[in-house]
T-cell receptor, first 114, second 111 residues
Framework: NAGVTQTPKFQVLKTGQSMTLQCAQDMNHNSMYWYRQDPGMGLRLIYYSASEGTTDKGEVPNGYNVSRLNKREFSLRLESAAPSQTSVYFC?????????????FGEGSRLTVL | EDQVTQSPEALRLQEGESSSLNCSYTVSGLRGLFWYRQDPGKGPEFLFTLYSAGEEKEKERLKATLTKKESFLHITAPKPEDSATYLCAVLGFSGTYKYIFGTGTRLKVLA
């Protein structure tokens, strides 16, 4: 059981380049999330998808877009990368139906924007 | 304002030296308090959920407790493999559900 899988694990971009982070979960969860983690700031929510076909902004959505492609997949796109987007990005999923609350995280995507 | 504060930021223990990590919170409509463990270069891994004051959960050398204002993660006789960052998070509800994470406590257990 793979859980939550993120690709790529590492990426270096130049300012202004675009890229998409991919996330897939195999636990049949309804809700999926994208967080960024920066030193001293904790995990901050970028976007989330409560269920297939819906997406909503989180705490820090500016500069990002998301797509909930199907129940399994939730992608995060940076249209024009900026150095401030250098961070570690985590995708997570939750079983909203069971309503147990805990999040299941991927291993992270480490992005550097030069 | 909803917030989660963890202390200390970092903690060094000798193997076998028990201690506690603190998570203080203010949140509207608490639906649960969560503890996660995060190893370097990995994503957070779920440990415990606590739902109401007075509740306790245990797993091996870890025990989590909850009051109306804070939670403690007690580590009894820690081993080097317990070294990690421990994250606390709360799930609140005030019209919409909202997770709030603390910045974590970095624990180092020395052999």
């Amino acid at each position: 059981n793979a859980g939550v899988t993120q690709t790529p694990k590492f990426q270096v971009l130049k300012t202004g380049q675009s890229m998409t982070l991919q996330c897939a979960q195999d636990m049949n969860h309804n809700s999926m999330y994208w967080y960024r983690q920066d030193p001293g700031m904790g995990l901050r929510l970028i976007y989330y998808s409560a269920s297939e076909g819906t997406t909503d902004k989180g705490e820090v959505p500016n500069g990002y877009n998301v797509s909930r492609l199907n129940k399994r997949e939730f992608s995060l796109r940076l249209e024009s990368a900026a150095p401030s987007q250098t961070s570690v990005y985590f995708c997570a999923s939750r079983d909203r139906i069971a309503n147990t609350g805990e999040l299941f995280f991927g291993e992270g995507s480490r992005l550097t924007v030069l | 304002e909803d917030q989660v504060t963890q202390s200390p930021e970092a903690l060094r223990l000798q193997e076998g030296e028990s201690s506690s990590l603190n998570c203080s919170y203010t949140v509207s409509g608490l639906r649960g308090l969560f503890w996660y463990r995060q190893d370097p270069g990995k994503g957070p891994e779920f440990l415990f959920t606590l739902y109401s004051a007075g509740e306790e959960k245990e797993k091996e050398r870890l025990k989590a407790t909850l009051t109306k204002k804070e939670s403690f993660l007690h580590i009894t006789a820690p081993k080097p493999e317990d070294s990690a960052t421990y994250l606390c998070a709360v799930l609140g509800f005030s019209g919409t559900y909202k997770y709030i994470f603390g910045t974590g406590t970095r624990l180092k257990v020395l052999a």
